[in-house]
């Protein structure tokens, strides 16, 4: 099984075969507009466009289940993105990442890499972790999605070649797709 094997549905709600990416090296995360790490776009929004040449794209899936922070339609979140950060990589539909309703394609991804804990060294790190461990004090031992920006790497077969954790510095990210381009 491959990513290819999925289908999304677009910003309009459009059904999307990933086999439309095939051969592409994709970048996959569930994201935020009203976030502390949505800032993120931006460096995501470079990486884009350093690399969408080579092969590389980026698919957004907004997901509203960490903190309520991804508020508003479809159309909303997509006027966002483009007004503050001018992100042109493909916008899909709200989704859920997590639970009895998680998208089979962020089933997928969770099962092929599992959580491996947050960069210590984040300022952000203690504050997830001392959350996440009083909702569930077994969570880092769970494959699941912790947060948004959770980032899924794919290479050119469709097969999952790393996770990156919204703490993760994006030029460890950076790194590895460089490696699969």
């Not at 990156?164 to 460089?178: S, W």
Request: glycine share 6%; proline share 5%; hydrophobic share 35%.
């Amino acid at each position: 099984m491959t990513v290819y094997d999925f289908t999304v549905n677009n910003i309009k709600e459009e059904e999307i075969s990933l086999e439309n990416y095939r051969g592409k090296v994709l970048l996959i995360i569930n994201t935020a507009t009203k976030c502390g790490f949505t800032p993120q776009y931006d460096e995501l929004q470079d990486l884009y466009e350093k690399y969408r040449e080579e092969g590389f794209v980026i698919l957004d899936f907004p997901c509203n289940q960490f903190g309520a922070q991804a508020p508003g339609s479809n159309e909303e979140i997509h006027s966002f993105c483009d007004a503050k950060f001018g992100i042109t990589f493909p916008m899909f539909s709200k989704i859920e990442v997590n639970g009895e309703n998680a998208h089979p394609l962020f089933k997928f991804l969770v099962s092929q890499k599992g959580f491996q804990g947050f960069d210590e060294a984040h300022e952000l790190t203690p504050i997830l972790n001392q959350m996440l461990s009083k909702a569930d004090p077994d969570f880092d031992k769970k494959p699941s999605i912790k947060w948004n920006f959770t980032k899924f790497l794919i290479d050119r077969e469709g097969k999952v070649a790393a996770r990156f954790e919204p703490t993760d510095d994006l030029g460890v990210a950076e790194d590895k797709i460089r490696e699969l381009i």
